[in-house]
């Protein structure tokens, strides 16, 4: 689950803050670099893959759910906004599960 914080002004202009959880992670395929041990790509299901995965460097690791364990660095708050940013998230972990 994800925590997101909200900032909500009042018509005084007084700033309330609520952390709230409960937002599941989104669905991601994951992808790793043959190459560079431990280097992935998470890219969310609803998403196209990138160009740069098909260049026949990269293998398809398997699918992050939520509910399901994630890789040990996976950072679903950088995910969110390299996904917005760049449609995918680049990462490297050192997580014995998703070593090639």
């Keep these: 689950m994800t925590t997101v914080k909200l900032i909500l002004r009042n018509v005084r202009g007084i700033e309330i803050v609520a952390l709230v959880e ?3 992670m989104r669905n991601y395929n994951l992808f790793r670099l043959t190459s560079v041990e431990g280097m992935c790509c998470a890219v969310p299901e609803s998403s196209a893959v990138p ?3 098909a260049s026949g460097r990269w293998t398809f690791g398997g699918k992050l759910a939520g509910g399901c364990p994630t890789p040990l660095d996976f950072d679903d708050r950088a995910a969110d906004t390299a996904v917005r940013f760049n ?3 680049l990462f490297q972990t050192v997580d014995r599960r998703y070593l090639a």
């Design 87 to 89: 449609g995918f998230y």
């Design 22 to 24: 409960g937002f599941p």
């Design 51 to 53: 160009p740069f995965i």
